[in-house]
């Protein structure tokens, strides 16, 4: 088995993000959240809709520091994102001979540091890859299969990783991907599997 490349991309905050950021905060965060949306709702009441889009990208920043470190999202799509949850699904999770495994993965609760840059901030994380068999056992290994390095003026919330994995060779059956995600900001750690089965080849 080989592995293929990777990609990673990210777009700004959004102001749908508060609503889901609200149920997952304690009582303060959430009472920090609810003054920044009363103050954002009160701005574009007013008019200063760009007022009140900063008000709440700068809240969702400020809460996402409180976040542990972990997966929100990871699956197969049918190719490469053109960004920040704008893909195709793949359908299922059984694959063909030789065709690749595309994984678009979203990490939340990342650390930032400053950047070298003055005035700017800096995420840096990688991710280690493991392919193991149905009952667990490690078949593959790699480490540093993806770098990803994040550079701006606020915590940016949308980030995500593609990663594409060439399994190539691998006998038709069932399977286990599974990426470890490393913060070096943070030296923290996250992991998530991901189900696979290869088919067998067609009849000649």
Request: without cysteine; charged residues 15%.
């Amino acid at each position: 088995m080989r592995t293929g490349n990777r990609r990673g991309g990210l777009l700004t905050g959004a102001l749908s993000a508060a609503m889901v950021l609200l149920l997952m905060a304690g009582p303060a965060a959430a009472g920090q959240l609810a003054d920044a949306a009363a103050k954002a709702e009160a701005l574009a009441a007013a008019g200063n809709t760009a007022g009140a889009h900063d008000v709440m990208r700068a809240a969702i920043s400020d809460f996402s520091a409180t976040l542990p470190f972990s997966i929100g999202k990871a699956a197969f799509v049918t190719a490469v994102p053109a960004g920040y949850e704008m893909y195709d699904p793949k359908q299922d999770t059984v694959f063909k001979p030789g065709e690749s495994l595309i994984s678009y993965v979203e990490p939340v609760g990342l650390s930032w540091k400053p950047a070298a840059v003055s005035g700017k901030i800096q995420t840096h994380f990688t991710v280690d890859l493991d392919i193991l068999s149905a009952s667990g056992e490690v078949l593959a290994s790699q480490k540093a299969f993806g770098d990803f390095t994040f550079t701006g003026f606020l915590r940016n919330q949308e980030i995500y990783a593609t990663l594409t994995t060439d399994v190539s060779g691998a006998a038709a059956g069932d399977y286990i991907l599974r990426f470890h995600f490393n913060d070096l900001n943070s030296g923290k750690s996250t992991s998530v599997d991901q189900k696979f089965t290869i088919a067998a080849a067609a009849a000649p």
